[in-house]
């Protein structure tokens, strides 16, 4: 067994002893990050939506939804507000226009700090 390998062996052994503490963690993690990600993506919307689509940036939400094992986040226009049907047109374009991908844009922002946190978190783990 290589050094990498018991390394690793390690690491699971100490993320199964602490699989309730990594859930939490987890979902705390997940939680926070949908919250920048709306809230960068409402920042984004809030610049390019234009006067025509001026309440769209106020149509973004997010929802975290626990799965056995682990969490989901669902960050996005709530097409049940006014002018949160516009999502699809405005992130993504039509033939004519070319899409903001305001939430693309605020994923790719997002996302090393949600990679920090989550190597963190099993370091943490690892060395309980």
């Not at 987890?26 to 689509?53: D, F, P, Y």
């Not at 769209?56 to 969490?71: A, F, K, L, R, W």
């Amino acid at each position: 067994m290589t050094a990498d390998t018991r390394e690793l062996y390690q690491l699971a052994n100490a993320m199964t002893r602490n699989t309730g503490q990594a859930e939490t963690e987890m979902a705390s993690i997940v939680t926070r990050g949908a919250l920048n990600v709306k809230n960068q993506w409402r920042a984004n919307a809030q610049v390019t939506a234009g006067r025509h689509a001026r309440l769209y940036p106020y149509t973004i939400s997010y929802d975290v939804h626990p799965t056995p094992g682990g969490v989901t986040a669902e960050i996005g226009p709530d097409k049940a507000r006014l002018q949160g049907p516009l999502g699809n047109i405005l992130e993504y374009g039509t033939s004519r226009q070319a899409g903001h991908n305001d939430g693309g844009r605020a994923l790719l922002t997002e996302l090393p700090q949600f990679e920090a946190q989550v190597i963190a978190l099993t370091g943490r783990l690892g060395r309980l």
